[in-house]
C-alpha cells in the first residue's frame, strides 16, 4: 500500500498525535461501556476518570512544541492527505484554545447539573426545575460564541461546532425551502389519506429474541463485519461508537411492541458504522480517520434508514424473515407492512416523528436557538414559544412539558447549534440517493438482496476520504454540487404521493 504521509514535518506530527489518538481511543472504550455494561453507581468515578482524560488530551493538543510544528507545516509542500491533517488540527487547536480552561470546567459542571435537573424535571413533567439551568445554559452558550468569535451572528460560532464552515444563512435557506414546499406536501399526503396515520401494527407485541434473529438478519445481509470488525449491543437510545476502523460498534433498543423502532434503529446505526468502516486504512491512527461532520454522518445513516430501510423492496426482502421470526405477521401483507414503515402523522415527539414531519421539529428548535442568542429570550419564554410555533408548523399544541419543551436532552448537555446536522442529514440522503441512481439501478440491487455496489459507491464517494476535506468540498468533489434541498422534496412526492 502507497505511504500517504511523506513529509517530515507531517511524520512528526502524526508520531506526537498517536497519544493523542490513544487517549481519544479509551475515552470511546469507556463511553460505550458507560451505556451498555456499566452498573448505575459507576458514574461517579467514570465522569471523573473521563472529565481528566479530556484534560490531558487537551494539554497534548496544546503542548507548544505541538502547536509549532502545526503552523510549521502550513508552509510545507503538501499533498491533499498532509493538509487534511494540517486543515484538522488547526482546527481542534484553535477551538480548545479558544476557551479559558476556568470556562471549561464551568460548562462542565452546569452540563452535568442541568442534565441531572433535565432528568428530574422530565419525570415530573414539571419545567420549573429546568428552568434556572436552562438560563445558565444560554448564558455559557452566548459566552462560547464571543469566545470563539463569528463574523455575522453568534449562532454561526455554534454551528460551525457541529457542521465545520456552516452558517446561519445556510441554515435559513434550508428551512425556508423546506418549509414553503414541504408544508403543502404534508396537506396533501395526510389529506389523501392513502399513507396511514397509524397501523395496527404498531400494538404488537413481539419477544426481544424473536427480533434478535431479524436484526441479526439485516446486518449479515448489508455485510455488517460482525465478529471481526464490528459487534452489535443493547442501549437506552441507540448509537454507534468507532474505536477506530477495525472496531465498530453499534447498539439498538426492544421495547417489545412497535417492531419497525428496532429494525429502523438497527439500519440507522449501520450507516454510521459502514462510514467508519470503510474509510481509508492507512488513515489509522491519524486526525483525518472518523467521518468529517455530524452532518455528513446523518446523511449515511438517514440514506440506509429512509432510503433503503422504507422502500418497498427493502420490506418485500425483509417479509419472509419477519414471517418466520413474528407470529403475528400472519395477519399480515407485504403492504401493510410497507404502510406501516412509511406511516405520516403530526407527532409532538421529533424521535418519534416520520419522514415527512421530522424537519419542522427542527425547524422549531433551530428558532428558537436563535431566539435565545439573538433575541435576549429567557427560558421562561421558551414553553409557549415552543407550543405557538409547534402549532403553526405542524398543527397540534403540546399539553405537557414533556410532550414539549422537555424532551431533548440536547440543550441539557449544552448542544446548542446541533440539531440542524440532522436535517442537512435528511436532506443530503436524498441528495446521494438521486445522483447515486445515475450509477446505479438502486431499487434493483435492493429487490436482489445486493448491497454491495451501494456501499462501493458510497465508499467510492464519500467514505474513504475520512476527514481530508471539509464538509461543503466533500459534497462539491463527490456529487458536483452543494447541498440542495429540492431532492428531499422531490424525494418525498415520489414516495408519498
Not at 241 to 258: A, L, N, P, S, W
Amino acid at each position: 500500500m502507497e505511504e500517504v504521509f511523506q513529509n517530515e514535518i507531517i511524520k512528526e506530527i502524526l508520531a506526537k498525535y498517536r497519544k493523542i489518538w490513544a487517549i481519544g481511543h479509551a475515552q470511546s472504550v469507556l463511553g460505550w461501556d458507560l451505556e451498555v455494561n456499566m452498573p448505575k453507581e459507576g458514574i461517579m468515578e467514570r465522569s471523573v476518570a473521563q472529565g481528566e482524560l479530556s484534560v490531558l488530551s487537551q494539554e497534548l493538543l496544546l503542548r507548544p512544541d505541538f502547536v509549532e510544528l502545526v503552523e510549521k507545516a502550513k508552509d510545507q509542500e503538501l499533498n491533499e492527505y498532509e493538509r487534511g491533517v494540517v486543515r484538522v488540527l488547526d482546527r481542534s487547536i484553535r477551538i480548545t484554545k479558544s476557551f479559558p480552561p476556568e470556562f471549561l470546567r464551568e460548562v462542565s459542571e452546569v452540563t452535568a447539573q442541568a442534565t441531572k435537573a433535565w432528568e428530574e424535571a422530565k419525570a415530573k413533567d414539571d419545567f420549573s426545575k429546568f428552568e434556572p439551568w436552562l438560563d445558565k445554559i444560554i448564558d455559557l452558550a452566548k459566552r462560547a460564541a464571543e469566545y470563539l468569535g463569528y463574523e455575522e451572528e453568534p449562532y454561526d460560532a455554534l454551528l460551525d461546532l457541529y457542521e465545520e464552515g456552516l452558517r446561519t444563512k445556510d441554515v435559513i435557506r434550508m428551512f425556508d425551502k423546506l418549509e414553503k414546499d414541504l408544508k403543502p406536501l404534508l396537506d396533501k399526503i395526510l389529506e389523501e389519506g392513502k399513507v396511514p396515520r397509524e397501523h395496527p401494527l404498531e400494538k404488537e407485541k413481539y419477544e426481544k429474541e424473536w427480533m434478535e434473529k431479524v436484526n441479526l438478519w439485516i446486518l449479515e445481509k448489508f455485510g455488517f463485519p460482525l465478529g471481526t470488525r464490528a459487534r452489535i449491543d443493547v442501549s437506552a437510545h441507540p448509537f454507534t461508537t468507532e474505536f477506530g476502523i477495525k472496531d465498530v460498534r453499534i447498539t439498538t433498543r426492544y421495547e417489545g411492541f412497535d417492531f419497525r423502532r428496532t429494525v429502523l434503529s438497527t439500519i440507522h446505526e449501520f450507516g454510521h458504522a459502514l462510514y467508519e468502516l470503510q474509510q481509508d486504512e492507512r488513515f489509522m491512527f491519524t486526525p483525518i480517520a472518523g467521518g468529517v461532520s455530524l452532518g455528513i454522518h446523518e446523511s449515511q445513516s438517514r440514506f440506509w434508514e429512509n432510503v433503503i430501510g422504507r422502500s418497498k423492496e427493502f420490506v418485500e426482502l425483509l417479509y419472509p424473515v419477519l414471517k418466520e421470526n413474528l407470529p403475528f405477521i400472519e395477519e399480515y401483507t407485504p403492504e401493510d407492512v410497507y404502510l406501516y414503515f412509511n406511516m405520516v402523522r403530526p407527532d409532538f415527539i421529533r424521535t418519534e416523528a416520520d419522514v415527512v414531519t421530522y424537519n419542522f421539529h427542527i425547524i422549531l428548535r433551530f428558532k428558537l436557538e436563535r431566539m435565545m442568542l439573538n433575541e435576549g429570550v429567557k427560558a421562561k419564554d421558551l414553553p409557549e414559544l415552543w407550543n405557538e410555533e409547534m402549532e403553526r408548523l405542524l398543527g397540534i399544541r403540546p399539553k405537557t412539558y414533556v410532550e414539549g419543551i422537555l424532551q431533548d436532552i440536547h440543550w441539557a448537555h449544552g448542544s446548542i447549534g446541533y440539531f440542524p446536522t440532522y436535517s442537512i442529514g435528511t436532506i443530503l440522503a436524498a441528495q446521494l440517493y438521486y445522483h447515486m441512481k445515475k450509477d446505479l439501478d438502486v431499487e434493483a440491487k435492493v429487490a436482489e438482496g445486493d448491497f454491495e455496489p451501494i456501499k462501493a459507491w458510497l465508499r467510492e464517494k464519500i467514505h474513504r476520504w475520512g476527514s481530508i476535506y471539509p464538509p461543503k468540498e466533500l459534497l462539491k468533489r463527490a456529487i458536483g454540487e452543494e447541498m440542495d434541498a429540492e431532492y428531499f422534496i422531490r424525494w418525498v412526492r415520489e414516495r408519498y404521493l
